[in-house]
């Protein structure tokens, strides 16, 4: 089992809809969790990081996180074609070592 | 402030040459990393360095060594470079390497080994 596994897609998503990005983790210790949008050719950008159960909300962003059951999501409301990109999860904590381990992404297409 | 820069930006090798890729960052933060990048792959950690004077192995250092040079600077160098380093290396900064830390990433080298 992958530490950190992503579906990688492609996620087709009409515009204006919500997109659904999800990523599930091996180590029911790990701490903190992140999300980093890359568009084709460039670096990764951090979107959103979160360290609790539950929701946290910035935007049109919002990460959910349920150590129960070792998943974080992320959802976007009102998807614009500019959110067209590949969205790397990355998890810090696992089996106690403070590196990030990345997911292999999951490429999202919105559609105008 | 640049945030990290890294050179070259694109690198063709043969089989068997040596090159060391460069990083900087002027964001004062104390932790570095290197990281390749394979399609499907998502991003692997070769080496970081989570404080200057520090170095510590990632998940595929093999075929790679690091000089964090000074505070600011963390080099990493491909002694005989194969073709299955053909990638896209990222180097990437943090203030500290604990918990709570976001990763601030380079633009990227985009290395050919033929």
């Known amino acids: 089992q992958k530490e950190v596994e992503q579906n990688s897609g492609p996620l087709s998503v009409p515009e204006g809809a919500i997109a659904s990005l999800n990523c599930t983790y091996s180590d029911r210790g790990s701490q903190s969790f992140f999300w980093y949008r890359q568009y084709s050719g460039k670096s990764p950008e951090l979107i959103m990081f979160i360290y609790s159960n539950g929701d946290k909300e910035d935007g049109r962003f919002t990460a959910q996180l349920n150590k129960a059951s070792q998943y974080v999501s992320l959802l976007i409301r009102d998807s614009q074609p500019s959110d067209s990109a590949t969205y790397l999860c990355?998890?810090?904590?696992?089996?106690?070592?403070?590196?990030?381990?990345f997911g292999q992404g999951t490429r999202l297409t919105i559609n105008p | 402030n640049a945030g990290v820069t890294q050179t070259p930006k694109f690198q063709v090798l043969k089989t068997g040459q040596s090159m060391t890729l460069q990083c900087a960052q002027d964001m004062n933060h104390n932790s570095m990393y290197w990281y390749r990048q394979d399609p499907g792959m998502g991003l692997r950690l070769i080496y970081y360095?989570?404080?200057?004077?520090?170095?510590d192995k990632g998940e595929v250092p093999n075929g790679y060594n690091v000089s964090r040079l000074n505070k600011r600077e963390f080099s990493l160098r491909l002694e005989s470079a194969a073709p299955s380093q053909t990638s896209v290396y990222f180097c990437?900064?943090?203030?500290?390497?604990?918990?709570?830390?976001?990763?601030?990433f380079g633009p990227g080298t985009r290395l050919t080994v033929t």
């Open positions: 990437a900064s943090s203030w500290a390497s604990g918990p709570g830390y976001e990763q601030y």
């Open positions: 990355a998890v810090k904590g696992i089996q106690g070592a403070q590196k990030l381990v």
């Open positions: 360095s989570a404080s200057e004077g520090t170095t």
